[in-house]
């Protein structure tokens, strides 16, 4: 049975509905965020309780979850829609709050699961939005009373860990799909994200990682304090999985795959399925079908997104025919067999659910090394990989795996067994619950919070930090929240909560305060 919120109209309540937004499609790491610094206002009120958490009444029945993430789109979409549905609503009820998503939202609301749709909450930088989903969230949050509240992403990992924060709720859990840094962009606006997720990361009960690479990273950044870092894998599972995994590499998947495709029996089709953004770089996958110079060879981009006149344009150098745009597709298993090579060429990424994809149909892939990438892609054994930003070097790693059918065959062989049995759902659902535990044991802060002189805890007002994460896909730095220890949680549920002492976190002096974001520490290299 679908459950569907009906709240006030935007402006005039917690949390609004309306229309899925139509913008541009997925939700990359690389998002927008939000500086937050202490300034008077409509905002400035105290923080409910002591340490800002206020002690509920202890109550059963199902865990209350809110699942927050500004675009229910893309590879993050998909997942962040998989963890809910796969919950067994009798004891995990699981509300998504999101900005935009067309055709998952529909997929959520089929599977039962109450949608809100925050117009406010949306990924591009707009000031006034992103003050009006802080506020908005923090009242939904406090008015629904969650147990949970989970973000993802980098513009609602941010607002929604600090409504969150703010309601009082809880267990704060955050997704780190990939980051809203990367070596692509200026070294001081790298500093300038990496600082603003350690402050959100002391707010934050639990961080999951999704592959090993990001787990890495994260730690490796003093992100979030190592015991509070999990990895997670993407879901792939059901009868769709079963049966692409069965008719792998047959002639009657390809064939059929071609046939929905519109692509002819006989050609040579070098593949990709993502968003067409600056993340996802599909301008360096049309210059490595340039450079392969193969005109046997068609090129087809699966996936919608804003680049998507743009790449258009940039694939007028190919021969008339050799690159197709495909658009978005419900049906990726069943057409991912038409590929001889999938290539994703993306500057940075979490851990792919195409990837996999194309592991369990069986065919050969070309990546870049970039974060969780090589979680599933083994130079030599499960696929090759090549530096981000080198369509020339991935024009040549395309070639060998079309020249050489039996290594494409031996390397899309063991990538399938080695991911043979994993990235299903039962995996994902045991993630999330054990993230959810409100019985689990978290190390509070022992930093010392500053004086609420300072304003940091009292009142707090957001400011949007535009950044651009290339030429084409703007991005800013997340928010947090400067100089937030981590107080001892009240008994959630009739539960005592343990809690341990911890060295403070990062274990680094304090040593200025950054402008507009309070109480700071020594950047490190980016």
């Not at 009798?90 to 925050?118: K, M, N, S, W, Y």
């Not at 969150?164 to 997704?175: K, L, P």
């Not at 049966?243 to 040579?268: F, N, Q, V, Y």
Request: charged residues 20%; glycine residues 14%; contains cysteine.
């Amino acid at each position: 049975m679908t459950s569907q919120l009906t709240v006030p109209p935007a402006g005039t309540g917690p949390a609004g509905t309306g229309p899925a937004g139509t913008g541009p499609a997925g939700t990359g790491a690389a998002g927008t965020g939000l500086g937050i610094r202490p300034e008077a206002g409509a905002l400035a009120r105290p923080l409910p309780g002591a340490g800002g958490r206020t002690p509920r009444p202890a109550r059963s029945g199902p865990l209350r979850v809110a699942t927050v993430i500004a675009r229910l789109e893309g590879g993050a979409g998909v997942l962040a829609l998989r963890g809910a549905l796969a919950m067994d609503p009798r004891t995990c009820r699981v509300t998504i709050i999101t900005g935009q998503g067309d055709q998952l939202i529909a997929a959520a609301r089929a599977g039962g699961l109450e949608v809100v749709v925050e117009p406010a909450l949306r990924a591009p930088v707009r000031p006034a939005s992103d003050l009006r989903a802080l506020r908005r969230l923090t009242a939904l949050f406090a008015d629904r009373d969650f147990d949970v509240v989970h973000t993802h992403c980098a513009k609602a990992g941010a607002v929604g860990r600090v409504a969150a924060r703010r309601a009082g709720v809880g267990r704060i859990i955050h997704t780190f799909h990939g980051f809203p840094f990367h070596e692509f962009q200026p070294r001081a606006l790298r500093h300038a994200y990496v600082s603003i997720e350690r402050r959100l990361g002391r707010i934050t009960d639990v961080a999951l990682c999704v592959g090993a690479g990001v787990a890495a990273e994260a730690i490796r950044r003093e992100l979030v304090a190592p015991d509070r870092v999990r990895t997670m894998g993407v879901s792939v599972d059901g009868p769709d999985r079963v049966r692409a995994s069965r008719e792998a590499g047959t002639s009657l998947a390809r064939r059929r795959a071609r046939a929905a495709l519109g692509l002819p029996a006989d050609a040579r089709v070098v593949g990709a399925v993502g968003r067409l953004t600056y993340q996802k770089a599909p301008e360096d996958f049309v210059t490595a079908l340039g450079t392969l110079g193969r005109p046997d060879v068609i090129g087809m981009w699966v996936g919608g997104g804003e680049l998507a006149a743009r790449v258009t344009r940039h694939a007028r150098g190919l021969p008339a025919g050799r690159f197709r745009l495909a658009g978005e597709r419900a049906d990726v298993l069943d057409i991912l067999p038409a590929f001889d090579v999938f290539a994703l060429p993306s500057r940075y990424e979490g851990l792919p659910t195409a990837i996999v994809e194309a592991m369990i149909c069986g065919v050969p892939v070309v990546a870049t090394a970039v974060n969780a990438v090589p979680d599933l892609v083994i130079p030599g054994e499960t696929g090759s990989l090549v530096p981000p930003g080198r369509p020339d070097l991935m024009a040549t790693a395309i070639g060998h795996l079309l020249d050489s059918p039996p290594a494409a065959a031996r390397m899309a062989a063991a990538a399938r067994g080695r991911i043979d049995g994993r990235y299903g759902e039962a995996a994902l659902r045991d993630s999330l619950l054990a993230a959810y535990d409100l019985d689990a044991p978290v190390q509070a802060s022992c930093e010392a919070a500053p004086p609420r002189s300072a304003g940091v805890t009292d009142g707090l007002a957001v400011e949007v930090a535009a950044g651009p994460a290339g030429p084409a896909e703007p991005a800013g730095p997340a928010a947090g929240p400067a100089g937030l220890g981590r107080p001892g949680r009240p008994a959630r549920r009739g539960r005592p909560v343990r809690q341990s002492g911890c060295p403070a976190w990062p274990p680094r002096p304090v040593l200025a305060r950054g402008p507009g974001l309070g109480a700071g520490h020594a950047p490190r290299p980016g």
